[in-house]
T-cell receptor
Framework: NAGVTQTPKFQVLKTGQSMTLQCAQDMNHNSMYWYRQDPGMGLRLIYYSASEGTTDKGEVPNGYNVSRLNKREFSLRLESAAPSQTSVYFC??????????????FGPGTRLTVL | GDSVTQMEGPVTLSEEAFLTINCTYTATGYPSLFWYVQYPGEGLQLLLKATKADDKGSNKGFEATYRKETTSFHLEKGSVQVSDSAVYFCALREAGNTPLVFGKGTRLSVIA
């Protein structure tokens, strides 16, 4: 049981390049989330998927797209990277609320630098 | 909208000192409240939570009480250790399938 996994761990891009951050969970969770963490800003929600087949914008969605590929996987895509997207990105998942727990589980993060 | 405000760091304490990290919130309903901890180079882990007023969450010597009258959820520990050095995040979630809302985090450094 690996929990929430993210790839890659580190990435350096040039301005204008595109890339996809991968996230997978093996806990059969319904909801999945993408956050970015910047110094002094805490965690800010980019996009989330309350259940398979649905996605919604969070606080800072501009410049990103997401795909909930199946129940396990939730990817985050940067179509044209900008230096302002330099950040640490965290994926998280949560089980269905009816199961009586609302604990959110986080992956180890992807550190992205855009030059 | 909902928001969480926590004391700014960094906080530097000597080993065995008493810790308080203040957290207050603004919410439209009756949220669940959480403290998450992030150790260096890692993702966030749930430290403790409380789901209704006057509940006390506790874990690893840390405690926090859900105070509806003061809209607060302050984190306390009686005797900190060097291994408690980390960033601590206060968060809330409204009822229903809504995402967590986080505070900006407080960095704690404990020196021997």
């Amino acid at each position: 049981n690996a929990g929430v996994t993210q790839t890659p761990k580190f990435q350096v891009l040039k301005t204008g390049q595109s890339m996809t951050l991968q996230c997978a969970q093996d806990m059969n969770h319904n909801s999945m989330y993408w956050y970015r963490q910047d110094p002094g800003m805490g965690l800010r929600l980019i996009y989330y998927s309350a259940s398979e087949g649905t996605t919604d914008k969070g606080e800072v969605p501009n410049g990103y797209n997401v795909s909930r590929l199946n129940k396990r996987e939730f990817s985050l895509r940067l179509e044209s990277a900008a230096p302002s997207q330099t950040s640490v990105y965290f994926c998280a998942s949560r089980p269905r609320q009816a199961l009586g727990t609302d604990t959110q589980y986080f992956g180890p993060g992807t550190r992205l630098t855009v030059l | 909208g909902d928001s969480v405000t926590q004391m700014e760091g960094p906080v530097t304490l000597s080993e065995e000192a008493f810790l308080t990290i203040n957290c207050t919130y603004t919410a439209t309903g009756y949220p669940s409240l959480f403290w998450y901890v992030q150790y260096p180079g890692e993702g966030l882990q749930l430290l403790l939570k409380a789901t209704k007023a006057d509940d006390k969450g506790s874990n690893k010597g840390f405690e926090a009480t859900y105070r509806k009258e003061t809209t607060s959820f302050h984190l306390e520990k009686g005797s900190v250790q060097v291994s408690d050095s980390a960033v601590y995040f206060c968060a809330l979630r409204e009822a229903g399938n809504t995402p967590l809302v986080f505070g900006k985090g407080t960095r704690l450094s404990v020196i021997a």
